[in-house]
């Protein structure tokens, strides 16, 4: 079946810009989750979603940063007055939603989009 | 919060060998533990995943230990391929915290 999508796949913008990434989950999949991924690190939690609501927002870095979700599914990202310091690879991730000891929870990414921001 | 190290960097092995990434963690409540292979340009893709309940778990030629008393955790790839090349994430939660803390990444390259 069809993986989680996301859009642009890369988004090149000027400094003080505002920009929108859009993510896809997979059908059917309650749990969204946001990460962030610089240069040769691992994803950096940013925010998940449980249907619409955001249920952990913690790891948004600022007041620029602010996603939603309205109907439970296509979820956006959006960074206000964007600064050189946001350039990285946004990854969307989603899940069937809470694991157990037997299963379940499992996050699934997507491409991601690349951000530059010049 | 949780802190996820991840050994080595940078790992080089011949092809039909065998390859061992480590990691440990911080946080004694996180039960979860997936690994990550991600090749350039795309978004990283669970290979294997096991929960503390167990001590290990294997899926052909990949498999994963975990001992929780000295938190750590390892990924084991057999007979390496040259498709085996890529970076690999480690990574832990708990399940009452569904954000995943990440390793550093390890690039793993299979020398044909």
């Known amino acids: 079946g069809a993986g989680v999508s996301q859009t642009p796949s890369n988004k090149v913008t000027e400094k003080g810009k505002y920009v929108e990434l859009r993510c896809d989950p997979i059908s059917g999949h309650t749990a969204l989750y946001w990460y962030r991924q610089s240069l040769g690190q691992g994803p950096e939690f940013l925010i998940y979603?449980?249907?619409?609501?955001?249920?952990?927002d913690s790891g948004l870095p600022n007041d620029r940063f602010f996603a939603v979700r309205p109907e439970g599914s296509v979820s956006t990202l959006k960074i206000q007055r964007t600064e050189r310091g946001d350039s990285a690879v946004y990854l969307c991730a989603s899940s069937l939603g809470r694991g157990g000891w037997t299963s379940g929870g499992e996050q699934y990414f997507g491409p991601g989009t690349r951000l530059t921001v010049t | 919060g949780e802190n996820v190290e991840q050994h080595p960097s940078t790992l080089s092995v011949q092809e039909g060998d065998s390859a061992v990434i480590k990691c440990t963690y911080s946080?004694?409540?996180?039960?979860?533990f997936p690994w990550y292979k991600q090749e350039l340009g795309k978004g990283p893709q669970l290979i294997i995943d096991i929960r503390s309940n167990v001590g290990e778990k294997k899926d052909q030629r990949i498999a994963v230990t975990l001992n929780k008393t000295a938190k750590h955790f390892s990924l084991h790839i057999t007979e390496t391929q040259p498709e085996d090349s890529a970076v690999y994430f480690c990574a832990a939660r708990n399940f009452g915290n569904e954000k995943l803390t990440f390793g550093t990444g390890t690039r793993l390259t299979i020398i044909p």
């Open positions: 979603f449980q249907g619409t609501g955001a249920a952990d």
């Open positions: 946080d004694s409540a996180s039960n979860y």
